[in-house]
Each structure stands twice: as C-alpha cells, then as structure tokens.
C-alpha cells in the first residue's frame, strides 16, 4: 500500500500544523511586542510546539516524495520543484521584505534591503521551510536517482539521525538542513510505502496510546527536566518523533471516522496561509496595538471574530484573485 490513492489524514495533520505555525510565529510577535509576557505559559506553549511542529511538515514532505518523483521524469520533478517551492520563496521573500523595509519603524523587528536581498544564500524569516525543503527534495532526488530503491533510503535516514544527534551546525545552510530534517522527511518517504499509512478504525487504541505517551513526555521533560526545543539531542529527536506519531495516527482515526472538521481544507491551503500569515498576523497586531493603542490579548481575538462575523477574510488569505495556483495550496508539504 502507498499513498497513491488520496488521503485525507496528511491534509488533516497538515491543517493542524499550519494551525500551530501561524499560532507560534503570531504569539511570539505578541511576546515582543509587550502583549503577552515573555515567560510563564507563553514560553511553555512555544517549546511544545516548537519541538515537533516542522519535523511534522519535512515527514508529511517524504510521504508523496516518490508518488510525486514516479509520475514524471526526474528532471520534470525538479521543474515542479522550482515551480512550487523556488518561485513562491522568492516572491513572497520580497514581497514581505518591502513591506518590513518599509514598515520598520513600526514592527517589532526591522529590516534592511541588503539584508533581504542576501536570500540566495541566507533564508530569511520563515521562508526557510522553503529553502530547506527544496534543499531535501534535491537530495531526495540524487539518492533515488542512484539507488532506484525506496528501502536505500533506510540507510539516509539513519545517517540523517545520527548526524542530528552528534553534528555540530555547519557555516552551509543548506547542510544545516539536510542534518536537522533529513531523518523526519526520509521517514516519511518510508512510511509512505508501508500498510500502517492506511487508516483504519481497529487502530483507535493505539492512537489514544499514543496521545497520552506524547502528552507525558511533553509534561515530563518541559515539567519535570525543564528542558526546551532549542537544546534538542536525543531528548529532542525522541520527542518529535513520539509526537509525529501521535499526531498521525489520531489524523488517520480522524479520516476512518470520517471527521475532517475543517481541518482537511486548511491542511489544503496551508502553502498560501504560510506564506501570507506573517504580513497579515503582524498587520493586525501593529495595527491593535501601535495604531489604535490597543494591547490587551482579549482584543485582539476580538478583533478576528469582528472581522470573520463581517465577512473579511484578507487577514487569513488574500483575495481569492490573488491567490496562487491551486497546485501550490496543496505542496506545502509535499
């Protein structure tokens, strides 16, 4: 069984990612903006999230990886590559830059138009996904190219792990994340090709099971060791792991039951919200709290619901004549 046919439990997981991303880059804007206090809770939610999150988007990445690379010659593969990862990180890159250069005085964190301009080499902002993606769909591409077997790539996530777990950063980018996600995409890949990515209800025990051994081990090592995201290590790689495991599996319970809750069409746009969220996020804060001087949190969320009850919703997506192709809606992760 691969995932040939369509699923619905990746967009389902990939909604519920999208969620926590524009949740975790919107309350750290919050953060140094003065609104929300920098420790307490705030810090808790961000180490949480910020622990497995992205390794969730590299892994749901791999599961199409070779549908995606079968269905076309390696050299239209990577066309499609540039298409929908390439193009979109060099628009919207400028796009926000100009609004941030522009913006300066403003915003919590300001920019400079050499430093924008620096993105072939330095990623700047979240649009690193996209550099690190395309990055990891490159090499995906040259290991299959060499091997034409799906169960070589075992060896690359091995490698990729241990090389998490014992590689210090390098000055090349680009290796930094190959090091850092190759083993949760390489997993996806793999995973992709077994049975178990097909959802069935006689697997709701094991879901639950899961949940509750994630939601332990979150409380153990953020309660108890008192450890964050940025110190990973093997306490990092398990963590995410447990955590994408639990993620899927309560995804795919969600698909046999037949319950999307809105989260399958988010998990489908989740390209065009990651790409817009920041602008749009950070218009709405500078605009509460710097242009009508308003900086208690509950107003902000008031706000959001004004806006959704009188049909405004540029300050999700942009108008729908300006949003991009449908096939990129869909290749956040893939």
């Given at each position: 069984?691969?995932?040939?046919?369509?699923?619905?439990?990746?967009?389902?997981?990939?909604?519920?990612?999208?969620?926590?991303?524009?949740?975790?880059?919107?309350?750290?804007?919050?953060?140094?903006?003065?609104?929300?206090?920098?420790?307490?809770?705030?810090?808790?939610?961000?180490?949480?999230?910020?622990?497995?999150?992205?390794?969730?988007?590299?892994?749901?990445?791999?599961?199409?990886?070779?549908?995606?690379?079968?269905?076309?010659?390696?050299?239209?593969?990577?066309?499609?590559?540039?298409?929908?990862?390439?193009?979109?990180?060099?628009?919207?890159?400028?796009?926000?830059?100009?609004?941030?250069?522009?913006?300066?005085?403003?915003?919590?964190?300001?920019?400079?138009?050499?430093?924008?301009?620096?993105?072939?080499?330095?990623?700047?902002?979240?649009?690193?996904?996209?550099?690190?993606?395309?990055?990891?769909?490159?090499?995906?591409?040259?290991?299959?190219?060499?091997?034409?077997?799906?169960?070589?790539?075992?060896?690359?996530?091995?490698?990729?792990?241990?090389?998490?777990?014992?590689?210090?950063?390098?000055?090349?980018?680009?290796?930094?994340?190959?090091?850092?996600?190759?083993?949760?995409?390489?997993?996806?890949?793999?995973?992709?090709?077994?049975?178990?990515a097909r959802p069935s209800r006689r697997g709701a025990g094991?879901?639950?099971?899961?949940?509750?051994?994630?939601?332990?081990?979150?409380?153990?090592?953020?309660?108890?060791?008192?450890?964050?995201?940025?110190?990973?290590?093997?306490?990092?790689?398990?963590?995410?792991?447990?955590?994408?495991?639990?993620?899927?599996?309560?995804?795919?319970?969600?698909?046999?039951?037949?319950?999307?809750?809105?989260?399958?069409?988010?998990?489908?746009?989740?390209?065009?919200?990651?790409?817009?969220?920041?602008?749009?996020?950070?218009?709405?804060?500078?605009?509460?709290?710097?242009?009508?001087?308003?900086?208690?949190?509950?107003?902000?969320?008031?706000?959001?619901?004004?806006?959704?009850?009188?049909?405004?919703?540029?300050?999700?997506?942009?108008?729908?004549?300006?949003?991009?192709?449908?096939?990129?809606?869909?290749?956040?992760?893939?």
């Amino acid at each position: 069984m691969t995932l040939t046919e369509r699923q619905t439990w990746p967009d389902i997981a990939k909604g519920v990612g999208i969620l926590l991303v524009v949740y975790g880059h919107v309350a750290r804007g919050l953060v140094k903006a003065g609104i929300l206090p920098a420790e307490g809770w705030p810090q808790l939610v961000d180490s949480w999230i910020y622990s497995f999150h992205m390794p969730l988007f590299f892994f749901l990445a791999g599961l199409f990886f070779l549908d995606s690379l079968g269905r076309q010659k390696p050299l239209g593969f990577l066309a499609g590559r540039i298409d929908t990862l390439v193009y979109p990180y060099l628009i919207w890159w400028l796009i926000q830059g100009a609004v941030e250069v522009k913006l300066s005085g403003y915003a919590n964190g300001g920019a400079q138009w050499a430093e924008v301009l620096r993105l072939a080499t330095v990623p700047r902002a979240h649009f690193w996904f996209l550099y690190a993606l395309f990055t990891l769909s490159v090499a995906g591409l040259l290991v299959y190219t060499v091997s034409r077997r799906p169960a070589y790539l075992a060896a690359v996530l091995l490698g990729a792990l241990a090389l998490r777990l014992g590689v210090e950063p390098t000055g090349v980018i680009a290796v930094n994340h190959l090091i850092a996600f190759g083993g949760f995409f390489s997993a996806g890949v793999l995973y992709g090709q077994l049975p178990a990515a097909r959802p069935s209800r006689r697997g709701a025990g094991l879901a639950i099971g899961l949940l509750l051994a994630a939601l332990a081990a979150q409380q153990y090592v953020h309660g108890v060791l008192g450890w964050r995201y940025y110190q990973q290590g093997a306490i990092g790689l398990g963590l995410a792991a447990l955590s994408i495991a639990a993620l899927v599996a309560l995804c795919q319970q969600a698909q046999a039951l037949g319950l999307r809750l809105g989260l399958a069409a988010l998990g489908q746009a989740s390209m065009v919200i990651y790409l817009m969220h920041v602008l749009t996020g950070s218009g709405v804060r500078i605009l509460l709290s710097r242009g009508l001087r308003l900086n208690d949190p509950t107003l902000h969320l008031l706000a959001d619901r004004l806006l959704r009850r009188w049909g405004i919703g540029w300050h999700l997506l942009p108008p729908r004549a300006l949003r991009l192709q449908p096939r990129l809606a869909g290749a956040a992760a893939r």
